[in-house]
């Protein structure tokens, strides 16, 4: 039996030759995805969040970066929330000290969500030194080697964002 994680997989067949083969590159793939759960588990555990509130937290962090405003109906659109479930999402971030409610500049029936300084700050110790990592190997790829990956990605991404549940 081949241990886990080596050229054959659940889906896939055998190995036929002992060049790294499209099997090994999803096996890899596979495992970066494992990787990336169980550190975002991680990262959930130690900030005390859930994964949509975390998600949440990510995309006004961005949405701040840009200089964008993000009201809540623009954030439950962006997760697939219902009102009454970003309601008490917001309630949720708000008491734990990660997103403020201020007044919207032009619209006082609305509000804007904006995340603290300190979410700013947790967000950037508990990730940062991976984030660092990682853009260091990204950045030792060659051109040649970044032109491939992402064109992988992106066939990648297109692949999984086509699969039909009732029809596959």
């Given amino acids: 039996m081949t241990p886990l994680g080596e050229s054959e997989g659940y889906w896939y067949p055998p190995r036929r030759n002992e060049q790294p083969s499209a099997v090994d590159v999803l096996n890899a793939l596979r495992e970066y995805r494992a990787s990336e759960t169980a550190m975002r588990r991680r990262t959930r555990t130690s ?4 994964e949509t509130d975390l998600l949440a937290l990510r995309y006004l962090l961005e949405a701040e970066t840009a200089g964008q405003e993000v009201r809540p109906k623009e954030l439950a659109a962006r997760l697939g929330m219902t009102s009454a479930s970003m309601t008490a999402l917001v309630d949720r971030m708000a008491s734990s000290g ?3 409610r201020e007044p919207h500049p032009s619209d006082r029936r609305a509000i804007i969500l904006r ?3 300190g979410a700013d700050e947790e967000v950037r110790h508990t ?4 984030h660092g990592r ?6 030792s790829l060659s051109p040649e080697e970044t032109t491939a ?3 992988f990605l ?6 999984v964002d ?6 596959d």
């Fill in 98 to 100: 990660y997103i403020t």
């Fill in 162 to 167: 086509a699969i039909d549940v009732a029809g």
């Fill in 154 to 159: 992106v066939r990648m991404r297109e692949a």
């Fill in 127 to 130: 990730l940062g030194n991976m």
């Fill in 47 to 50: 900030m005390a969040m859930g």
């Fill in 149 to 151: 990956v992402l064109q």
């Fill in 134 to 139: 990682m853009i260091e190997i990204a950045e």
């Fill in 115 to 117: 995340p603290t300084r």
